[in-house]
């Protein structure tokens, strides 16, 4: 039997199994296409009963075309004494992704053009891709670099490129109403926890989680590869998009930085408004950030033909940690206690999308009498210590059709919660109905 | 003759005759029915024509029923020696208000299961009430409830609850237009000053003042027995509540507090920029808060199914002072200086809100030629020393339909005197026209 | 051949232009009518090819009514010992504008009623006028007015006041559209530098360049007398008047104050939003105030009946600075920089206004591919260094017919510069058309 309460775990108990995630799908060599990819999804299908969908390479969505699919087996790098001194097998940052193969033994200088390091930060490697043009490369510790001695190089690339398919994973969990909500994650990062292996994990708890409540919204995940994963999405499923009334963009949420929230292109959106609400009233560290076209998919579906009300949650959000695509966006980096909170306020938030109705006052000319149905208290004449009385009083009085239940919170700057049982109490009286 | 000119006492003169009226009701036990409310009204017929109305007990004003008449004429506290020592000659607030008769011997605990007093202040008397659950109960000191011994006690209530009628008292002067501005105070409170004698008071002199004054509104002053005296009124008058414009609810303007203006649940009418605009030109404290569904009158006539334009004008807030509902709300409490100052913002604004009006420049293609009309100076080229032909520019400017006189002293920065006279200059030469 | 890159000088030599046109029309006696206006006129022909246009005397302007032509030869007055102690000649300002011709003797008494000075300010002689009543006086240095014996003196003042016209000039430059900008600037003041030589002559070099470029909006430049001036104008072309998109009323821009701008009646006219966004971004100090129905030409071209997008562009204020009307707004007040700064900000400013549109994006589901183009780096992976590129990303997202480019620059917290040119770019690639 389903039910609406939203059980919580204590001592980080969720937050240690979305860890525990995440560290199952980090040796994983993800790309935007691939094996990879695949079996990160056959694993989140243990937790949630995922779809698994298949695009063909060369099918056009909108200005773009699938890629040809990308695998992988193995690549090193020899110096000329044979050893290997760069090794996929140890870390799979070290292949630039998507490189074409190769095989071939050239000198330092030509080496150097294919290889990228970070000098400010000599012991990480960094994560470097080459989608859309043709070509190899390793990434290196900048010590790696350096200690590079004028040889010959052995490089080889055991990889392939050829027409396959684009892969996603989608979760659809059907509400009472065929309005939607959707969570999008990419998720076609290699070994890469904050960004973004916390995203998938987290998506992953909520949809367990909501799968088990009685839900207003049909509630879509995707598991997508960046950009043209949403853009082949929204391709695919055009006629749907206009069902989309709330999202969020999960993406760097384990990490140990306050909360960012960057709102939708609209600014104004209920998901905006409920998120800020949420994180203002959690008493923790946050910043709200205005939309702007640069970061995850929200640029596809903030665009401005679909200009969808999708928001980014975030912990530090990209390019604002050194670690951000780099090695050093390890496990280390990420931690159970930074997943559940993160998990905690996106659950909150969509409670209170699930509970934020408009109503109508029954009883709109003056107040109605409240005692007479067990609302009121008895002996007048105190003063205003009863707090619920007055979450009924601002209920009733701001339920003319233009006030959400949120829009009442604000105004009367009490809890949602008080207000949400208020408006049940005066439900079940027949004072209120749903506009 | 009627004119407009307002004429304000010195030395508080009207502050002291507005003290005095208090005096004179202050010994009176109301209650929201009875010969109390009755008295109370005839003594205001002493200043003002109040017509006096009745409403049968029994009749259903929307979700609410005119309850049952309540009179008093005797109470008290005997104990085991027959003495009293409480007493309902020496202060009326020693019974809970709506006490249905009682007379009986009881033991000390089950007499102080029907005792109300307050710890935290000793020597003050709460006032309590039970309209709408039958019970009986006397208030007392915190000082007299910890004196009572464990004896036997003789509890008597001469009171009786049957049959009759609401009444409240009603006073309409008749303006130009049907548009009606509300005043209204609830004034069914026993021996308590600032709540709300000082607002009776101030209203009975508004009344006065403006029945004199040749007006452009109509105003309809109510004396009403709180909440349900306005649920009563505006059942019986719902066919007449469009005609209301403007209001106010006056209440607590006779304490030492600063003012405090509580907007409409429009909160950006007519009355609430007005009003504002006056506390804030007086150069005397002043806190400006938002409606919200609690206080006095203001929650009927402000509930959504009427939405009135009606605010509610004080100085310290219902429960934001400790008399608040106590003995300690007496005489002493109240100052005809502060009376009198609250009787002026009021009548400001008042008379702002008769004096606003939107006109039409009749020259509005470039400014008119002043000089030739005796509006303007002689000799061009010194700076702008000239204040009232700014406001005349000012007004010519804005007067094109969208700017009320109140909105052009706004944007200017200037009195609303200066505006409303240079609006009536050019009245006076034909450059202006009512909208 | 027309091209749209704006040259600007080096070490202030267009500034010294400026400066040396100033220093040319500094010596003529303007008035609101009569030959000094014409002369400034012809001196401005030598530079732009000013149309120069006559209204007669008598012609009925609206309100008002074309004055009476005032030309003088000469002035002065004489003591008893018969030397000028008061010479035209030395300084135009000696005469009040459009004082009657008077030849007689007179007495101290009798002078001084005809006598104006500035105690405050002893070395400096005002600047007043009498255009409206008939009238005549002297303006003096107030040691010159302490100097004054009790003796007889020889008053003269050779003017005349005739049946004539009105005169100012216009340069109307056509641009693709049939939309105007106006500029304007009152040009009626005698030997006062920054009100309004500096006005003038920065008006003039605008124009200069303007009609250097090919434009988009047609511009019209006038030079006017001040008030009867732009009342006769708007009178006489009141069916061009709806072409007039935006507008500068361009005066005291020749000083070493911070910018200020006084924003059109409407307060949020595109040329209000792109002045201030010049000045902000130009990181000088300025200030934008509030319209105000005082001032120049402003007046009339923001009064009701016309509310036009005309704001007022300054450096000091009129009347903020003692030198205001009187002989010290001369040669030293103003400054070749200060009136060269002007003219670049005004330039910037209309630079804007002429690239400021309003597109559609050609691609608006999901993002176009960028790569393909040309318009994207080839490796991804780095974090945000491609500024221009988010400059393309920003246009593109918001090329929804509901962003002017200078939105997009507010939005994007880019330079309008680095998102005209993004643009231009995806111009260039059909990814966007004009709405």
Same mark, same amino acid.
């Given at each position: 039997m389903k039910t609406n309460s939203l059980s919580i775990s204590s001592n980080n108990a969720l937050g240690k199994q979305m860890y525990q995630l995440i560290s199952q799908l980090y040796p994983i060599c993800r790309s935007i296409t691939g094996n990879g990819f695949r079996e990160t999804l056959r694993i989140l299908q243990n937790y949630i009963p995922l779809e698994i969908r298949e695009v063909p390479t060369g099918t056009e969505v909108y200005d773009w075309t699938v890629p040809q699919e990308w695998n992988i087996n193995?690549?090193?790098?020899?110096? @000329?004494?044979?050893?290997?001194?760069?090794? #996929? $097998?140890?870390?799979?940052?070290?292949?630039?992704?998507?490189? /074409?193969?190769?095989? $071939?033994?050239?000198?330092?200088?030509?080496?150097?053009?294919?290889? #990228? @390091?970070?000098?400010?930060?000599?012991?990480? /490697?960094?994560?470097?891709?080459?989608?859309?043009?043709?070509?190899?490369?390793?990434?290196?510790?900048?010590?790696?670099?350096?200690?590079?001695?004028?040889?010959? !190089?052995?490089? !080889?690339?055991?990889?392939?490129?050829?027409?396959?398919?684009?892969?996603? &994973?989608?979760?659809f969990i059907p509400g009472e109403t065929s309005q939607e909500v959707l969570i999008s994650c990419h998720s076609c990062h290699p070994s890469l926890c904050n960004d973004n292996l916390s995203g998938i994990s987290v998506a992953v708890f909520l949809a367990q989680q909501l799968s088990q409540l009685s839900l207003r919204y049909s509630y879509r995940f995707l598991f997508i590869p960046g950009t043209i994963g949403s853009i082949t999405w929204l391709h695919e499923n055009e006629q749907r998009v206009s069902n989309i009334k709330h999202g969020l963009v999960l993406t760097c949420v384990g990490d140990a930085g306050k909360f960012t929230y960057k709102k939708s292109r609209r600014g104004n959106a209920d998901i905006d408004k409920i998120v800020e609400y949420v994180l203002e009233e959690s008493g923790k560290d946050y910043e709200i950030i205005d939309f702007f076209p640069y970061g995850y998919d929200e640029r596809q579906y903030c665009s401005p033909g679909f200009?969808?009300?999708?928001?980014?949650?975030?912990?530090?959000?990209?390019?604002?940690?050194?670690?951000?695509?780099?090695? %050093?966006?390890?496990?280390?980096?990420?931690?159970? $206690?930074?997943?559940?909170? @993160?998990?905690?306020?996106?659950?909150?938030? =969509?409670?209170?999308?699930?509970?934020?109705?408009?109503?109508?006052?029954?009883?709109?000319?003056?107040?109605?009498?409240? &005692?007479?149905?067990? =609302?009121?208290?008895?002996?007048?004449?105190?003063?205003?210590?009863?707090?619920?009385? =007055?979450?009924?009083?601002?209920?009733?009085?701001?339920?003319?059709?233009?006030?959400?239940?949120?829009?009442? %919170?604000?105004?009367?700057?009490?809890?949602?919660?008080?207000?949400?049982? %208020?408006? $049940?109490?005066? =439900?079940?009286?027949?004072?209120?109905?749903?506009?």
């Open positions: 193995d690549a090193y790098i020899k110096n @000329s004494q044979g050893e290997k001194i760069i090794d #996929f $097998q140890a870390c799979n940052l070290h292949v630039v992704n998507y490189s /074409v193969p190769v095989h $071939q033994k050239i000198g330092l200088d030509e080496l150097k053009k294919h290889l #990228f @390091s970070l000098p400010d930060y000599p012991d990480w /490697v960094p994560y470097r891709t080459s989608y859309y043009k043709e070509s190899w490369g390793f990434c290196l510790t900048h010590k790696q670099y350096l200690a590079l001695q004028d040889e010959e !190089y052995e490089v !080889y690339i055991d990889s392939s490129l050829k027409p396959g398919s684009l892969t996603y &994973g989608e979760y200009n969808l009300a999708v928001g980014c949650f975030m912990r530090s959000p990209h390019g604002s940690f050194p670690e951000y695509h780099t090695s %050093a966006d390890n496990l280390d980096f990420v931690r159970p $206690q930074y997943l559940e909170d @993160s998990y905690q306020q996106c659950l909150t938030a =969509l409670q209170i999308l699930e509970r934020d109705r408009t109503y109508i006052s029954l009883n709109p000319k003056c107040e109605p009498r409240l &005692g007479k149905r067990g =609302l009121y208290r008895a002996i007048g004449g105190q003063s205003e210590e009863a707090l619920n009385e =007055l979450a009924i009083l601002w209920v009733l009085n701001l339920a003319d059709g233009e006030h959400t239940l949120l829009d009442m %919170a604000k105004r009367s700057k009490m809890a949602f919660d008080a207000i949400y049982k %208020a408006a $049940q109490a005066l =439900l079940a009286t027949d004072l209120l109905k749903e506009l």
